[in-house]
């Protein structure tokens, strides 16, 4: 995951975005209450959204802007303040992603992203948190949650994981986050765009291994490719560099389970899991 830039370094967009929320308040002459009551979120949460407390998410801009007759003028705003509070690379990274038609990823540790569901989410976000009070983590979680819209719809794009079977032997703490996860594996595959495939052990060795890669094909036939590590990302968009990157994708995916293959091993999981795991009843 980025890093995030320094507070001093608060994006023109974050401040436009609680500046306007602010203003739209004062002008229509509402209270927090009267915005709690017609939103069903909590004053307190609201107040933050408007000093910059808290970044917020889709799903309460939708709401302001249904209240304010400003159709998705909010929800634009909070998807620039949302990028740009991520480092220039991996927010430039994001807009290509939103224009690719295919995207390529391979994920060594973790379910990737655009996969996770929102228990596990919060778990992977909140690693390394837990030393100070961190109030930007459901503004993260709601940030992953909305990126997975451009997997749904007409326009979405051809969207393939490779996922290491290291990935699958690091399970979180809570079991029925966990199950929840493997469950909503099996239903993204049903989507027609998506293809899961696990990379199993006896793949042996691989020059993929460590880390995490994803493969964006844009409308203009050009590709570029986003490297990440444990200490950090790159955005890689000179043609041999992304060449070579691409090939060894290609070799990964010939290494690893079919799709087919996939869903019966993750289904074996949820069934071992689900055995292991009591009866909450």
Partial sequence: MPKRKSESADSNARSMLYTTLKRL????????????????????????????????????????????????QLQQLWTLASDQAFG??????????????????????????????????????????????DVNLLDDVAARMSRQDMLRGGGAPHFRALIDEAAFQRIAADPKVWIDQLESLLDWMEQPNIAIQVVPFAAGMHSLLGGSLTVLWLPDGKSVVYSESSTGGDLIEEPGRVEALRLSYDLLRDKALSPEQ???????????HKACTPDPT
């Fill in 25 to 72: 308040r004062e002008e229509s002459g509402k209270s927090l209450q009267d915005l709690q009551d017609e939103t069903t979120y909590d004053r307190g949460y609201l107040h933050k959204l408007e000093t910059g407390a808290r970044l917020g998410s889709p799903e309460v801009m939708a709401a302001l802007d249904r209240v304010y007759g400003t159709r998705t």
């Fill in 88 to 133: 220039d690379r991996y927010a430039k990274f994001m807009d290509l992603e939103r224009r690719a038609s295919v995207q390529y990823t391979y994920s060594s540790g973790v379910i990737p992203g655009l996969l996770q569901t929102e228990g596990y989410a919060t778990e992977v976000l909140g690693l390394g948190r837990r030393d100070r009070d």
């Fill in 262 to 272: 996939s869903a019966e091993f993750i289904a074996n999981l949820i069934k071992e």
